[in-house]
């Protein structure tokens, strides 16, 4: 599945955004690449890429790609997501805890087991 289907899939489960993050086997698939540090926000219409300085950005253009900083995950926060989807089995609990706080009113709905 590349990543026009995985919207679709996302439109389908009234998913508003899935949130992955390095070194979730996804990103890998999605991008080609492997990033030592990065996550990947994928919504229905659109993909940005939140990249470590030190990996080198992919060429593929499917998704947008921003530098990863300190609070770069914030701007996120600034969409409206109701149902935030996370592969369950890959994402710490630190991580799940972050979200959280980005998205404080979102359900988290588990999408590595579909």
């Given amino acids: 599945m590349k990543l026009p289907s995985f919207q679709r899939f996302l439109s389908q489960q009234d998913i508003d955004m ?3 993050t390095a070194p979730e086997p996804s990103i890998t698939y999605f991008t080609q690449h492997q990033f030592s540090v990065a996550h990947l926000a994928i919504s229905p219409g659109s993909a940005t890429l939140f990249l ?8 593929e253009r499917a998704f947008s790609i921003k530098p990863l ?3 770069s995950l914030k701007e996120l926060g600034k969409e409206k997501v109701k149902t935030l989807g996370v592969n369950k089995e890959q994402l710490s ?15 988290v709905r588990g999408i590595g087991e579909e």
């Fill in 18 to 20: 899935a949130f992955l």
């Fill in 93 to 107: 609990l630190a991580s799940l805890e972050r979200l959280k706080k980005i998205f404080p009113k979102a359900k």
């Fill in 69 to 71: 900083k300190k609070d």
């Fill in 52 to 59: 470590s300085a030190l990996d080198k950005k992919p060429e």
